[in-house]
């Protein structure tokens, strides 16, 4: 899958970037929503993962300001989720989300989840070799 992945923590991101890779997944990474937003007009993505909290545009922004193509999901992640948040995000058109601190499992398993469908996906398995990490949000 082609996956953008946007948040503020570069550290969240290598995270991410790796578990992903190793999994086989090309993934692009991004710190600010107004570049992701410019990126998904030049880029076809699966999925976008991204942060609900960020310095200058957060989550909110990012969903009301991209133009997600037929297919491409959304899926919050974020270490500060309540119900009201996370019921604002799926009205805005998120599919998912994601609570920080997740282990390279948690995230494999969305992934995984909000893949598109193809024959045989289901008889597949991810071959992970970075299920031992967890990512964590800064504080």
Same mark, same amino acid.
């Given at each position: 899958?082609?996956?953008?992945?946007?948040?503020?923590?570069?550290?969240?991101?290598?995270?991410?970037?790796i578990?992903l890779?190793?999994?086989?997944? #090309?993934v692009? +990474?991004? #710190?600010?929503?107004?570049v992701?937003?410019?990126?998904?007009?030049?880029v076809?993505?699966?999925l976008?993962l991204?942060?609900?909290r960020?310095?200058?545009r957060?989550?909110?922004w990012?969903?009301r300001? *991209?133009?997600?193509? +037929?297919g491409?999901?959304?899926?919050l992640?974020?270490?500060?989720?309540?119900?009201?948040?996370?019921?604002?995000?799926?009205?805005?058109?998120?599919a998912?989300?994601?609570?920080?601190?997740?282990? *390279?499992?948690?995230?494999?398993r969305?992934? #995984?989840?909000? *893949?598109p469908a193809?024959?045989?996906a #289901?008889?597949?398995?991810?071959?992970?070799?970075?299920?031992d990490l967890?990512v964590? *949000?800064a504080?």
């Amino acid at each position: 899958m082609k996956i953008l992945a946007l948040d503020d923590d570069e550290d969240v991101l290598k995270a991410v970037k790796i578990i992903l890779n190793l999994a086989g997944h #090309e993934v692009h +990474c991004v #710190e600010d929503a107004a570049v992701a937003v410019d990126m998904l007009q030049a880029v076809r993505y699966d999925l976008v993962l991204f942060d609900y909290r960020m310095p200058e545009r957060d989550g909110i922004w990012f969903l009301r300001n *991209a133009r997600f193509p +037929c297919g491409t999901k959304a899926v919050l992640m974020t270490a500060y989720g309540t119900r009201e948040l996370i019921d604002r995000m799926f009205r805005l058109g998120a599919a998912g989300y994601l609570m920080k601190p997740f282990t *390279a499992d948690d995230l494999l398993r969305h992934v #995984e989840f909000h *893949a598109p469908a193809s024959p045989g996906a #289901e008889d597949r398995k991810q071959d992970s070799k970075a299920t031992d990490l967890q990512v964590t *949000a800064a504080p």
